[in-house]
């Protein structure tokens, strides 16, 4: 492997995007501001490695923050787009692949109808929209340390007491936008029972992360969806399950392959992104017939997209799907079970207080101070929050330094692809150690 020499072409690259991009980049986390250093300026990738403009090569534990569940550059997606693409990239009409990528998902998800959009952001943006179109009602309740996107409602924090409403959680959001937000603790069936008491009648939609990978993987507990689902019922409210990032991820259906269709719940509404499209920009909201049916044209909550359903994006995405296997996630379980039981010896073996917590295929390590003891489990944003972000920093750059590129943030998911082969993996256990040692340093 080459291992990481100079950066000195990343740094010139970031030198310049600065000068006309804020930060130099086009979403925050890609600048490292919570790890330091350079961002690499990512030239080309190939299956599970990346390679950057230096020509260092990384395996890459962000397979695009989850698209790229197939790995980079996968030849049947490549040569499907590539054919796409001669045909023409863009008609303003309808098409033979968004029916086809349509009918995939209605046949893998509790969903009977979905609508195509351009990003999550967007795709819960307008779930919510519809979902209070069709209820006549105005409050959201989400959950702190789930991400939705940058919905202006969603970008909220909670307000002083449990049942209170959100403040704004970014300038630039008014204060009559996340007025209506309840924010409350994930899994905490004593706020959600306590926000629907007070507030019940007027609650829209409670929106949730299936399984949230965006304060680290902080899976549901036991039931929780469930019982989510089922105050939603009483109440008269919609339940959006939020699959952005765990659709087509986790299962051959998301996070309702899993926990949903075991216990029996199903979502009124769910979001779809990342895997969908393929490594393009496309993404969805689907849900029940009646609800979907309050969507224009059919019925008179509004929303449209010049590129939604984009030809070349749902065929990027309708072919990921077709191979999406049983056998692509049961290689990624695989894979996920080996990485993680990896980091948690050498952890373990640095004496580092961890916590490796894994949802499905989706992980994270959670690096903690010696005062935090043994930390058996995190089950919200608070228990997130209690990381030791500079031990996660020197994880991180350890970890870089040897060719491994992991989430540059303590607060984001792990991923992995079906091109993670056994070599692929043996590059990320020979890293674990030394990393392990400098999170402990
Ligand atoms: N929902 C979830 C669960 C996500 O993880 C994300 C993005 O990471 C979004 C929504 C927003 O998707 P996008 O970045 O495509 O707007």
């Avoid at 090569?57 to 197939?70: A, K």
């Amino acid at each position: 492997m080459v291992t990481p020499s100079t950066t000195s072409g990343s740094a010139a690259l970031f030198r310049r995007a600065h000068s006309v991009t804020p930060g130099g980049v086009n979403s925050p986390v890609r600048a490292f501001n919570a790890v330091g250093g350079t961002p690499r300026f990512i030239e080309s990738a190939r299956g599970a490695l990346l390679r950057d403009v230096d020509g260092n090569e990384y395996v890459d534990l962000v397979c695009s923050w989850g698209p790229m569940l197939l790995g980079h550059a996968h030849p049947a997606v490549q040569e499907a787009v590539v054919a796409a693409v001669a045909r023409g990239t863009s008609y303003g009409t309808p098409t033979r692949p968004e029916v086809e990528l349509a009918e995939e998902i209605v046949a893998r998800t509790p969903v009977d109808k979905v609508r195509f959009v351009s990003s999550g952001t967007e795709a819960t943006m307008s779930a919510i929209r519809l979902a209070r179109g069709f209820t006549g009602r105005d409050l959201v309740v989400k959950f702190a340390g789930c991400y939705h996107g940058h919905v202006d409602s969603l970008l909220a924090a909670a307000g002083s007491g449990l049942a209170t409403f959100a403040v704004p959680g970014t300038p630039g959001v008014p204060a009559a936008s996340t007025a209506a937000t309840l924010v409350l603790p994930f899994n905490d069936r004593a706020a959600v029972e306590q926000a629907f008491a007070e507030h019940g009648a007027g609650i829209a939609c409670l929106v949730t992360e299936a399984s949230p990978g965006n304060m680290g993987v902080v899976p549901p507990l036991p039931g929780f969806n469930e019982f989510l689902a089922e105050t939603c019922r009483r109440h008269g409210a919609l339940f959006v399950s939020d699959e952005v990032m765990t659709g087509f991820r986790v299962s051959r259906s998301g996070q309702w392959g899993l926990d949903g269709a075991r216990e029996g719940w199903r979502p009124d509404l769910v979001t779809f992104g990342k895997v969908m499209g393929g490594g393009f920009p496309a993404a969805a909201f689907g849900g029940r017939a009646d609800v979907m049916g309050m969507l224009s044209p059919e019925g008179p909550v509004y929303q449209a997209g010049t590129l939604s359903g984009n030809p070349v994006a749902t065929t990027a995405g309708l072919v990921t799907l077709q191979h999406a296997t049983d056998e692509v996630y049961a290689q990624l379980d695989r894979a996920a079970g080996i990485v993680g039981a990896a980091a948690d010896k050498a952890l373990t073996d640095a004496g580092v207080p961890h916590l490796v917590q894994a949802g499905g295929n989706m992980f994270s390590v959670f690096l903690f101070d010696e005062s935090a003891g043994d930390v058996t489990a995190v089950t919200d944003f608070a228990g997130a929050s209690a990381q030791n972000l500079d031990r996660y920093k020197a994880f991180f750059h350890s970890m870089l330094d040897q060719g491994v590129y992991l989430p540059p943030s303590a607060f984001e998911a792990w991923f992995l692809s079906s091109a993670h082969d056994d070599a692929v993996l043996d590059r990320v256990l020979e890293a674990l150690p030394a990393a392990a040692r400098a999170a402990a340093a």
